[in-house]
DNA sequence: TATTAAAATCGGTCATACCATTTATCCGGC
DNA sequence: GCCGGATAAATGGTATGACCGATTTTAATA
């Protein structure tokens, strides 16, 4: 636990431009810029810092939920306030582009194109970067779609361990975090799709056809297997969409939301 | 300007799972999904609105506050809290990127290849739906770029536009407010960047294919030619990089933050 | 009628107190 | 001496009330 003995913040100015929970939240930023607060680190508890800042405490916290709305701080109760952890791959939240989708009506669609379109571009890396344990894992993944035909369940989570794998051996994490972006939203409500066996199969098989464009570090042959997996993936969820169209009549316009095999 | 006369704003059940203030930003976020809040609409005053929902003020900000950090809502003192307008095209907040840059400490050769990326996707996609008017207004700025080969602040101004109208041009928002947010973490640094004529004409030659590629509806070339023109530039700009570096000896780490021609 | 000034509106900030949860401490029993 | 549960301290979450500053609206005035 960083202990900040030393005056690493220092007072707001008072002849500063915008407000003063904005020069809080640039106060704050400028020092993850520069490394004096580091992915889980603890920051003082509000009352101190709202003190070495020379600012309420209303108004620190407003900084600190700006920053915490974004994904880079995290406030738990009683324990403190700490700089999010860099475990695992990093994420984006992806609440605010879904509010966007809503705000603008973005079709399910175009979703699915924007998945595509990401898939596809870190599968061509991942066919020209992926490591040897990384393509072990997907075809394990792959074998455990096959394994679990008969259980959606398990096999979407071979699904989408697959997807991430794929994503990683990209050796972009920023693509990779845009990607989970898009996919998180379309996931919600893929969960609760019931497919059918010969879905399942169709796409085992088409991961595994991504797997060997991997493997065979053929990347236009990647992104073209990953191409058509998810217009498949996309043309089933469709179709899935009309059948439960009789389930809930009601709000049928379609809209966001969206799910189905990939 | 909206009025609220019905009970739209139902208040918090005190039976709630999460905090109080979690409660009021599911709340807001259901109503813009439900389209209660349509982009535009103004809030009711705080403190109003605090009444509504069974909430204290700062309770009742604080849900606002993070909403508005990831640019849902736009508070403005004196006027109001107003869900924001989607005037132009959406466009997601660039901060969370940039600061998860700063954490997981992105190198700015892994952000050039998340814009290659997007800008191929944008341009593959741009040379199966570009309208008449919007290939037109991509001759336009390269005209503009070729006219102000002599005047670099002139240049980027069209160089931005270009790429911005080819992402239009995909008809696809999402990867366009994708492309914009990596674009813009790239830029802020560009624009001090002093180029060569030599830079500039051979800039302006590359876009000049990129838009022939589109107009031929060539999306293959469309993505090669977009390719080749953000590999030149990322390697112009490394260049400058290590000439700029003698005029700033310190941090010579590299780091994040980018820019260069494109 | 157009301009200006006053007033109401509304978000921004501050101070204070109390609650809920977590963490650390202490003490007794084993 | 060691362990575990009770107690206390620390810390974020919420509430109340007040005042300030920017904005908008309204009214008075030229």
New interface residues.
């Given amino acids: 636990m960083t202990d900040f003995n030393s005056d690493i913040f220092k007072t707001i100015d008072p002849e500063r431009r915008g407000?003063t929970s904005e020069e809080v939240i640039s106060q704050l930023?400028e020092m993850?810029?520069r490394?004096d607060l580091?992915?889980g680190d603890r920051l003082p508890p509000e009352r101190d810092l709202a003190k070495l800042l020379g600012v309420s405490r209303?108004t620190l916290?407003?900084g600190i939920?700006?920053?915490?709305?974004?994904?880079?701080l995290h406030s738990r109760?009683g324990a403190g306030t700490f700089?999010?952890k860099?475990d695992g791959p990093?994420s984006?939240?992806s609440?605010?582009?879904r509010?966007?989708?809503?705000?603008?009506g973005?079709t399910s669609a175009?979703?699915f194109?924007?998945r595509q379109?990401?898939e596809?571009?870190?599968a061509g890396?991942a066919a020209e970067r992926a490591t040897g344990d990384q393509m072990a894992s997907m075809s394990e993944e792959v074998a455990g779609m096959f394994a679990s035909l008969d259980d959606p369940e398990q096999f979407l989570v071979h699904d989408v361990r697959f997807h991430q794998t794929v994503a990683a051996a990209s050796g972009?994490?920023?693509?990779t975090?845009?990607m989970n972006?898009?996919a998180t939203i379309l996931f919600d409500t893929r969960i609760k799709t019931v497919k059918r066996a010969t879905d399942l199969k169709e796409s085992a098989e088409m991961h595994r056809h991504v797997y060997r464009a991997i493997r065979e570090r053929n990347p236009d042959a990647a992104r073209a297997a990953m191409r058509e997996h998810l217009e498949r993936a996309q043309r089933a969820w469709e179709l899935e969409k009309q059948d439960a169209a009789d389930d809930t009549p009601a709000d049928g316009s379609g809209g966001?939301g969206a799910g189905g095999a990939h």
């Fill in positions: 407000t930023r993850i810029h490394g580091r992915p209303p916290r407003a939920r700006s920053l915490a709305a974004v994904g880079v109760q700089v999010v860099a990093p984006l939240d609440s605010p582009l509010l966007m989708a809503s705000l603008h973005f175009e979703m194109e924007a379109s990401l596809m571009a870190v890396l972009n994490r920023i693509l975090s845009l972006m898009v966001n």
